[in-house]
């Protein structure tokens, strides 16, 4: 894996299952020398779950505080977002996941995370798969969270001040553009 940069404001990772991602993401968050909070959306529903969250807390050290919050990704922002602090949230894909299964309006959830990106105080970093760049889902409620997952996307890409893909753990710039 690539060594992290250094970042301020808000960066945006997106990139495949097990690319990486998470990882790297930690490594920007901590690069940063300020008091790293991870802000995880994952919930336990089952015994593979379960194991992948234990995966990424062993990661950590007892420096990071932990937050665990499957909805109310907003109010965690706002509430914890400071200069002092550095924030990783992990990740929009299971965010994403969680209000599709509750039953929340998912325009309505977007348009409320895009506005409050650009007032956060203090680096934020968000995490999400690209899920577009695979097979065509076969269900009907597949092929809906690969679009929503897609729109959710491009537009917390388009507010963020950088986004990278990570691909096998290396990142790729994609914005602001190499020059």
């Given at each position: ?21 998470s ?113 065509v ?13 897609g729109?959710?996307n ?8 950088s ?17």
């Amino acid at each position: 894996m690539t060594k992290a940069t250094q970042f301020t404001g808000t960066t945006f990772i997106l990139g495949g299952a097990r690319s990486g991602k998470s990882r790297y993401g930690e490594k920007l968050v901590l690069n940063t020398k300020l008091h790293p909070v991870y802000i995880a959306t994952a919930q336990a529903r089952d015994d593979e779950m379960r194991a992948r969250i234990a995966e990424h807390k062993n990661r950590r050290d007892a420096n990071w505080t932990t937050i665990e919050e499957p909805l109310a990704l907003c109010e965690v922002l706002s509430n914890h977002a400071a200069p002092a602090k550095a924030l990783l949230v992990d990740c929009l894909t299971l965010w994403l996941s969680n209000l599709m299964m509750a039953g929340k309006d998912i325009e309505e959830e977007t348009a409320r995370l895009v506005a409050l990106i650009p007032e956060l105080a203090g680096p934020v970093v968000f995490v999400s798969n690209e899920v577009g760049m695979g097979l065509v889902p076969e269900t009907a409620i597949g092929r809906t969270f690969r679009d929503h997952q897609g729109r959710l996307n491009q537009r917390v890409a388009h507010v963020a001040d950088s986004v990278q893909f990570i691909a096998a753990g290396y990142p790729l710039i994609l914005k602001p553009e190499n020059k």
